[in-house]
């Protein structure tokens, strides 16, 4: 619809006139960048693209997956491919279900002024804010549930400004919940019980091998669950 | 009749038997306490400095909820019941800097611009035991099944339910709600004069000494007063006054025990809903007084 029509942005700083239609990841590659980080699966599923962007006229910083979003006219754009955070180990058997595990690991959740700029600044449209709440208060079903579509892109946690990382939140509720609410469910086991005796092994033997034209083919032709 | 209720995160973790024993007993008493399917936390501790706005978009934006749960016809009248008195604290006083402060009242409505609407300000905060009273005494006695007697009760307010004076539920020195419901419960209600001190607070969790020390003095001054147990309306009281104890029985070798529990709780047990006591959840253990007293039977959840 946009076709032939151009738009000027400025990447980092600099302008660049790129083609209207393009995502921010393609207008980048348009201007003669290449990405060595904050590229990814460039399907909107690995949350390695962060982006944040201004459009002139406007004082809103908004988020963006850069492999998603397509430009607009005036946008002042920079990639934040990585967020610093330190992700705590634990040994998920060893854990309580309930709000003493995301304080033990996490403390700094109890600083959440609930001023939501973490749900402002989400590309998913996750109610981030709401599920770090629920966390506080050891609803792990909820905040499992409200986390869900978390890519882990890091947005959430570059922008709060109580310093929290809500989606190592997510993450380990969603973790807590499949392993103590819902429990592990049957046909899980019985995948990991089929793995575990090679039942794959030979597939994937050949998927290795195999010509590159032949997987192209087979992955854009593959069975999918949703349609 | 339908309420919203806003329960906070302490009773969602360490003080069930307090949401329990409160939702049961309110449906005795014809209400239902409704909760907002989306809140947050209270912000805990009411912001004294005039221009922090940030600290009120928590207390306000749980206000909001409720505004919105009235427009969506969830509950009758746009007013909340709170049980924690910290909740209610914080939600009342925020509450009346919104309405008192239009500087500030904008910019928090600046900061909920994704939110469907704004908050208007006219939204009554209560506590429960505000509540119960305005339905009458008399429908209380009504109400009870197993009257408390014999039963020497010290209701203890501690702070945040009656100060700062204007926001208080009752008279800020000599207040009467609690002892009114513990009459009409059927109790032996025991006036001491520690009942307005502080428990210590947030001291508990970097100044423990302080907080055994301030337990210590108010379980004492009710001890010698004649009270078998108390009573309270606040988490952290009910944690300072109960659990601590076991730190005043090491600084005091001369204090004994008392058992601390929930007002609701006392309020269930008249009503005859055992069940809902949860009276396991309190330390030290009220129910060998209880079972003494004949007041319940043996194996409580």
């Known amino acids: 619809m946009n076709e032939g029509k151009m738009v000027t942005i400025y990447v980092m700083g600099k302008k660049q006139i790129v083609p209207a239609d393009l995502t921010i990841m393609k207008a980048i590659e348009y201007a003669g960048y ?21 459009k002139r006229g406007s004082y809103k910083l908004q988020g963006a997956l850069a492999c998603q979003k397509i430009v607009e006219d ?13 992700k705590k180990t634990y040994n998920i058997n060893e854990l309580k279900a ?26 998913q449209d996750i109610m981030v804010m709401d ?46 919940e499949s392993k103590y609410v ?12 089929e793995v575990k005796e090679g039942k794959f092994d030979s597939e994937i033997s050949e998927l290795m091998i195999m010509d590159k034209k032949i997987l192209t083919n087979k992955y854009n032709n593959r069975e999918l669950r949703i349609k | ?63 909001l909820r409720i505004e919105q749960m009235q427009a969506s016809g969830r509950i009758d009248e746009k007013r909340v019941v709170t049980l924690c008195a910290m909740c209610y604290n914080t939600l009342k006083r925020s509450n009346n800097v919104f309405n008192n402060n239009s500087d500030l009242a904008r910019k928090v409505g600046e900061n909920f611009e994704n939110e469907t609407s704004n908050y208007s300000g006219g939204v009554t905060v209560e506590h429960l035991l505000e509540t119960i009273r305005s339905l009458g005494w008399s429908l209380v ?76 003095r108010i379980l004492k001054q009710a001890e010698e007063a004649g009270a078998e147990i108390v009573a309270t309306a606040c988490p952290l009281c009910e944690f300072n006054l109960g659990d601590r104890q076991i730190l005043v029985q090491k600084k005091y070798a001369t204090f004994k025990s008392i058992p601390v529990v929930y007002f609701t709780q006392l309020t269930a047990l008249a009503f005859g809903l055992e069940q809902a006591t949860s009276f396991d959840e309190n330390k030290p253990d009220p129910k060998p007084l209880l079972k003494d007293k004949g007041l319940i039977k043996g194996d409580l959840k």
Request: hydrophobic residues 35%.
């Open chain 1, 34 to 54: 290449q990405f060595k980080r904050g590229a990814g699966c460039r399907g909107g599923f690995c949350g390695a693209c962060a982006s944040v962007y201004r």
């Open chain 1, 74 to 86: 005036g946008m002042i754009i920079t990639q934040i491919p990585f967020s610093p955070n330190e």
């Open chain 1, 98 to 123: 309930d709000a003493s595990t995301f304080l033990e690991y996490y403390p700094e959740i109890t600083r959440c002024l609930a001023c939501n700029t973490c749900t402002k600044s989400c590309p």
């Open chain 1, 131 to 176: 599920y770090v709440q629920a966390a506080i208060r050891g609803d792990i079903a909820l905040t499992a549930k409200l986390s869900f579509d978390c890519i882990g892109c890091g947005l959430c946690a570059m922008r709060c400004p109580a310093e929290i990382v809500p989606f190592n939140i997510g993450q380990l509720a969603r973790r807590l």
């Open chain 1, 182 to 193: 819902e429990g592990p469910t049957e046909h899980v086991l019985k995948r990991c019980e």
């Open chain 2, 1 to 63: 009749m339908k309420l919203a209720y806003y329960p906070g995160c302490t009773l969602k973790t360490t003080g069930k038997s307090f949401e329990t024993s409160a939702l049961e007993s309110a449906k005795v008493l014809g209400l239902e306490l409704v909760e907002p399917s989306r809140w947050n936390c209270c912000g805990t501790v009411h912001s004294l400095v005039k221009d922090d706005v940030m600290h009120h978009l928590a207390p306000i934006r749980n206000l």
């Open chain 2, 141 to 216: 006695k009504d109400k009870v099944k197993k009257p408390l007697a014999g039963l020497k009760v010290a209701p203890y307010y501690g702070c945040l339910l009656l100060r700062p004076r204007g926001i208080g539920i009752d008279d800020a020195d000599n207040p009467h709600v609690m002892e009114d419901l513990l009459t009409a419960l059927g109790a032996d209600v025991v006036n001491f004069p520690f009942k307005l001190k502080c428990c210590g607070s947030y001291h508990t969790v970097e100044m423990k000494e302080v907080v055994a020390d301030l337990s210590h």
